[in-house]
């Protein structure tokens, strides 16, 4: 099942059972912003397993270095060198190539660089926090960046995000666009996170946990996570699409 | 025994949080000079473009009324002749000068979101019966833990509307109006209700 002649099949209908439900009152934002009602199923049209393609020749070349893409010519990032690597699969195990992956994060002090961030802890005037990459045709990614510190935000008295990378991901079709985040292995805040916790099943909070990987941790440079990402698989077209009257 | 399906399972949702900007939208948040400009941005529309330009307005909306200042949102949609520029639309070439997707985050102070593009035509449902012209969107934002797929149709296509398969299994018939963008000459005007008595419809897809 290769991704050389297009797909256009439906896709696997999406397991809502270990993502999170939108009302989730231990964090407190999704109170007024969760829809009440049940949402209206839709097996997939046109509208929904087509989706833009985006080519590497729009990614530069420092796009995927977060250590050096904002720093100033010849200074880097401060913090814990780290490589984040992995493959975007689909559910049948297939390597999603040309899939776009965008991430953010926090500086390794805990703090964004955003307009509206207000935590105390310094920023680095060498660190943007952000790059983006595109898959190659294995839909294998990796990323040069600094290890994000966890940082306090406002939701109760005294509740800290553990240390995480945002990862947006554009797959083959918009109806398996995801936005999602990444941990890493041995934080003890993963468990006590409400944001993590808005998941119901460990087993699927564990996919989101980036081991440690010391086969690709360059020695005396950078140490490396691997983190996979699964997008929503989808069906064969032989008897999909049927011709009016078939 | 039988044998196992093996499938893997999609990655947990997790919510866009208060600072997707930082990594979908950096210019707008005023990080420059990484990106040249914000994917997504600006018109999706070039002069060559086919077909009638309009301006798609709106904003998402909390169960208090208020306006969400930090969602964004994505909008895919067909050309003028209903085409989709994607590697997955078998039925013919879409228009090479209209790529169908863009991008837009919500106003930190109004919470609107602005497309420039143009009306799509009509696309196929599955069992070859024509939908209505419509754009699909998808919306995130801090403490919304799961994207929300919903779809915009055009109030000046009441007839296709009439027939619209997808419109037409909303068993609850006065929910139909949250999901069509009311049009004044060339600006359609979309407010996404996250709640409360016109709380729009969102899709499982």
């Known amino acids: 099942m290769k991704n050389a002649l297009p797909e256009t099949g439906g896709f696997f209908a999406r397991d809502r059972a270990m993502h999170p439900p939108a009302l989730t009152p231990g964090y407190k934002t999704s109170v007024l912003r969760s829809p009440q009602r049940a949402l209206i199923s839709l097996e997939g049209t046109k509208s929904e397993v087509t989706g833009p393609v985006f080519g590497h020749n729009m990614i530069n070349e420092f796009d995927n270095d977060l250590i050096v893409n904002y720093a100033k010519p010849g200074e880097m990032a401060i913090g814990q060198r780290i490589l984040v690597h992995g493959r975007v699969l689909d559910e049948r195990g297939v390597g999603v190539a040309g899939a776009l992956v965008e991430f953010w994060q926090a500086n390794a002090g805990g703090r964004y660089r955003h307009k509206k961030e207000t935590y105390l802890a310094a920023l680095d005037p060498n660190f943007g926090g952000f790059g983006r990459c595109v898959t190659d045709e294995n839909g294998y990614y990796w990323f040069r960046t600094i290890k994000p510190g966890p940082y306090p935000w406002p939701n109760g008295v005294n509740d800290w995000r553990p240390a995480h990378i945002h990862f947006s991901i554009f797959g083959h079709g918009f109806a398996q666009r995801l936005i999602t985040q990444m941990y890493f292995e041995g934080d003890p805040l993963i468990w006590i996170c409400p944001i993590v916790k808005t998941i119901p099943d460990e087993e699927a909070i564990k996919r989101l946990v980036a081991p440690l990987d010391m086969n690709n941790t360059i020695p005396m440079d950078m140490r490396a996570y691997k983190f996979d990402i699964v997008l929503r698989g989808r069906r064969s077209t032989f008897f999909e699409n049927r011709k009016e009257g078939n | ?205």
């Open chain 2, 1 to 205: 025994m039988v044998q196992p399906l093996n499938y893997l399972k999609e990655s947990p949702s997790q919510t866009a949080g208060p600072y997707v900007h930082i990594g979908c939208t950096p210019n707008f948040t005023g990080i420059h000079g990484v990106y040249e400009t914000d994917l997504g941005s600006g018109p999706l529309c070039n002069d060559k473009t086919r077909g009638e330009r309009i301006t798609i307005r709106g904003r998402v909306i909390d169960g208090s009324g208020t306006p969400l200042r930090d969602a964004l949102v994505e909008i895919w949609q067909a050309d003028a002749d209903g085409y989709y520029n994607s590697p997955s639309e078998t039925r013919g070439k879409a228009d090479p000068n209209f790529f169908g997707w863009g991008r837009c985050p919500a106003d930190m102070a109004t919470g609107e979101f602005v497309f420039e593009t143009i009306k799509p035509g009509r696309v196929p449902f599955n069992d070859g019966r024509l939908m209505a012209p419509h754009v699909t969107l998808w919306i995130v934002a801090r403490g919304i833990n799961i994207g929300l797929h919903t779809r915009m149709y055009f109030s000046d296509e009441e007839a296709a509307n009439a027939e619209d398969p997808v419109l037409n299994r909303i068993e609850h018939r006065v929910r139909v109006p949250t999901l069509i963008g009311k049009r004044e000459g060339n600006t359609v005007t979309f407010d996404i209700y996250l709640q409360g008595e016109n709380e729009t419809v969102f899709f499982d897809i």
